[in-house]
């Protein structure tokens, strides 16, 4: 096997490596912008290392749905890690019509934690269950809008063919249509990755928690699980948001490889601008924020079509 062949595959370890260090990244960029010494890009790491030596708790009201929520979560973004070209040629597993497939797996995620969480019986957490679906349903839609502008853009149905090769073709005729839909894709990592203005993964109120409240009762390696689980997703949406905006290739393989490492970073530190520069927003605007990201996106389609 050719390093060339081999290159997603490389790429596919890079990114599950590295996923951590990319919410490292925002959250030391925030801290930076914000006048506050913060903590290091590498404490994911630390927090993975140390929940790893820790016992696991359930509640006596838990069951099965509620212990097989780690695995199922963390599987689900690894294989929506295998659809993503992440090198920018190709994934390790393509198929035509794995644009769909990409999506249900991130819902598939979701769905398992809003499970977990109403299993616990908390109203807390069944209140941070209902916001998270109430949001889910118009960050799919929003989504989808941004993978149908991809494929008519490219006039494929794979994602390593909308974010892959045929893409990098496609920006020299239609950069502008193309730069709303990579700007629709960012707002929607946002509300996807539960970062602000949508969601605060730092806050310690439970009125106002999404994410982090529904994984309240999760401790020990479970926790550790599903936080490494987050981070891949965030890595994982960087990585394909960054094939969409920066095509690669055209470039060897060490350089596209690069290049991810890179972008996983340099998405990181936006993220870390955004949260500095804008507040959480009230949970009734959250939607009008979600829909300006599929508003772009939708825009972006309008113009592939004419």
């Known amino acids: ?46 927090d993975l290392w140390k929940l790893s030596r820790r016992g696991i708790v359930y509640a006596r009201v838990t069951t099965t749905p509620f ?9 689900a973004a690894v294989v929506a890690a295998l659809l993503v070209p992440l090198d920018g040629r190709t994934s390790v597993f393509a198929f035509a019509g794995d644009v769909v497939a990409f999506a ?15 299993d616990t019986g908390s109203s807390f957490e069944g209140m941070g269950a209902s916001r998270e679906v109430t949001f889910a349903t118009l960050v799919e839609f929003a ?5 149908a502008a ?9 994602l390593s063919g909308v974010a892959g090769e045929p893409l990098a073709d496609r920006w020299m005729t239609a950069a502008p249509a193309l730069v709303m839909v990579a700007a629709g894709l960012f707002v929607l990592l946002l509300a996807e990755c539960s970062r602000s203005p949508v ?22 390696p479970d926790l550790g699980v599903i ?23 055209h470039l060897e393989p060490a350089a596209r490889l690069g290049t991810l490492a890179a972008s996983l970073v340099l998405v990181g ?22 829909a300006g990201g599929a508003a772009l996106s939708g825009l972006g389609l309008v113009l592939l079509l004419r």
Do not use: N
């Open 227 to 249: 936080l490494y689980a987050s981070a891949v997703k965030l890595s994982v949406l960087s990585a394909l948001l960054a094939r969409v905006a920066w095509p690669v290739a």
């Open 269 to 290: 530190v936006l993220v870390g601008v955004v949260e500095a520069s804008m507040a959480r927003l009230k949970l009734p605007k959250v939607p009008l924020y979600i």
């Open 150 to 158: 991809l494929s008519v853009a490219t006039r494929q149905l794979s």
């Open 104 to 118: 249900y797996t991130l819902a598939l995620a979701r769905f398992v934690l809003v499970l977990g969480a109403l």
């Open 67 to 75: 212990r097989l929520v780690p695995i199922v979560a963390l599987a």
């Open 199 to 220: 969601d605060d993964p730092t806050t310690h109120l439970e009125l106002t928690m999404i994410h982090e409240v529904m994984i309240l009762d999760h401790s020990g």
């Open 1 to 46: 096997m050719t390093f060339e062949q081999a290159s997603p595959l490389v790429a596919l370890l890079l990114t599950l490596v590295l996923a951590p260090l990319v919410p490292g990244v925002a959250t030391r960029t925030r801290a930076f912008l914000t006048g506050r010494r913060g903590s290091p890009v590498w404490q994911l790491y630390s």
């Open 143 to 147: 989504l989808f809008l941004g993978l």
